[in-house]
């Protein structure tokens, strides 16, 4: 029976991660996963190995209610903080019985047991730090600026290679606990000092690079538990953040060990806004560009989730289409803090999915585009990225929303986005600014046009 339901949940796993692939299917996807999740659990609690199930009761019951109140109370902005706590937690889940399970059954594991388990001390130790640590970058409570120190690149990379050893020398004694909790110890180290140099306009892809250490790491424990259902979703966990990483660098035009190695976001030459001339818009003259064009393209970024404004943003886009303009949505692939943070967030408002565009299908549509109105969004829509080769943001692929016949953008100040990088597109003669925050301004643009 646990092994039917081990293959129960290994389809249901393969299948909720199909339907993610698409905002159409994502709902019945979490729900599929989340069954098979269930499918999984239910399975391990008929294992014959299983003396007692107190300690397994508490272990459900503290961790229902966490998750419960997690998903309960934490609003949808915070979703990638969320999710990087997650990933903090499952790895320390794979450490804690990676440890266990050498404490007890060293003198009986195979060699492959003990690669695998020593693999997923260290991978998972790394990932349970690093995972804080963009935890506390997403929350501001770290900068998100880049926290460089001298020979940083040297001394992690020391590091991990010391940890590498470690692990080297863990196979030729495997029943080592010194050099177990040695290797563990300076896994933690390495999490830290792996995520305070990268900035926070890298975080997408930190978080989802997390995301496939956390897999590895719980396919390694399945080897070493003989678990095949930990086996296949770990791969699947690890392979999926993987390439998802891939993509998110591609999106942003960069490689992984300029990621990683790169301090995204330390201060650059670039023009200040003291040099420019940045011209503002009244929300009477901004309502009534917005209730009288034929096409409006709203661009949204971490503002509109800061200030949970994504409920007015439809609001607004009802309005238009009320005058007889039509509304699209565009999506950058990295907008926010982490990937599909703007379409989560659109979804929960109900705007439908066919509203929302992507870079590709978008970027045409702006040279005939009335008003593109950018909601908090900044280094997603710097030209900076196609014309000036020292930016850092050079090459990256943005929204065309200066290319809109009017760009009207919603900020709260001229502080610069994620990657501490100015912003021409402020000066140009189609763009004006509309101070405040987003879903208090949104709301008087809405009353506005309401009247007109």
Not at 255 to 272: C, E, H, I, K
Not at 303 to 315: D, F, I, K, P
Request: proline share 5%; with cysteine.
């Amino acid at each position: 029976m646990m092994s039917w339901l081990y293959l129960l949940a290994s389809v249901l796993l393969i299948l909720g991660l199909q339907g993610l692939t698409d905002p159409r299917g994502a709902r019945r996807g979490i729900q599929l996963a989340a069954l098979g999740m269930l499918a999984a659990v239910g399975g391990t609690l008929l294992s014959p190995e299983l003396r007692t199930y107190l300690w397994i009761a508490l272990g459900i019951f503290t961790g229902g209610a966490i998750g419960a109140a997690m998903a309960i109370y934490m609003p949808m902005t915070a979703m990638p903080q969320r999710i990087a706590l997650s990933h903090a937690f499952g790895a320390l889940a794979a450490v804690l019985v990676g440890v266990a399970e050498h404490l007890h059954r060293a003198a009986e594991l195979s060699t492959l047991q003990h690669a695998a388990l020593g693999f997923e001390v260290l991978f998972g130790s790394l990932t349970v730090t690093g995972s804080l640590m963009a935890f506390a970058k997403l929350q501001e409570l770290l900068p998100t600026a880049p926290i460089v120190y001298p020979f940083q690149n040297a001394t992690n990379l020391g590091l991990f290679g010391a940890t590498v050893l470690l692990y080297w020398a863990l196979m030729t004694t495997p029943t080592s606990t010194p050099l177990l909790l040695g290797m563990a110890a300076l896994g933690l180290v390495v999490g830290i000092l792996m995520v305070l140099p990268i900035g926070g306009a890298d975080m997408p892809v930190v978080v989802s690079l997390l995301n496939s250490y956390a897999g590895l790491a719980a396919s390694a424990t399945g080897f070493a538990l003989g678990n095949q259902v930990l086996i296949i979703a770990g791969a699947l966990d690890g392979a999926s953040g993987f390439i998802l990483s891939i993509l998110m660098c591609r999106a942003m035009n960069r490689s992984f060990t300029n990621v990683l190695f790169g301090a995204f976001g330390t201060p650059t030459a670039t023009t200040s806004h003291a040099d420019q001339t940045i011209r503002s818009v009244t929300l009477e003259d901004a309502a009534v560009q917005l209730a009288y064009a034929r096409k409006v393209v709203v661009v949204p970024g971490y503002g509109m989730a800061v200030s949970q404004a994504q409920q007015t943003v439809r609001e607004l886009a009802e309005q238009v289409a009320a005058h007889g303009g039509e509304v699209e949505f565009a999506i950058h692939p990295v907008a926010g803090r982490m990937p599909g943070h703007m379409n989560v967030l659109l979804a929960e408002a109900n705007i439908p999915y066919d509203q929302l565009k992507e870079m590709e299908q978008v970027n045409p549509e702006f040279p005939s585009t009335d008003v593109a109105l950018v909601v908090g969004a900044n280094d997603v829509v710097n030209p900076a990225a196609r014309e000036d080769k020292s930016s850092p943001l050079y090459g990256m692929p943005i929204l065309d929303a200066d290319r809109a016949r009017s760009v009207i953008v919603l900020k709260r100040s001229m502080k610069p986005g994620f990657a501490g990088v100015e912003n021409p597109l402020f000066a140009l003669p189609n763009c004006a600014l509309l101070f405040g925050d987003a879903r208090e301004t949104l709301g008087r643009l809405v009353a506005r046009m309401k009247a007109l």
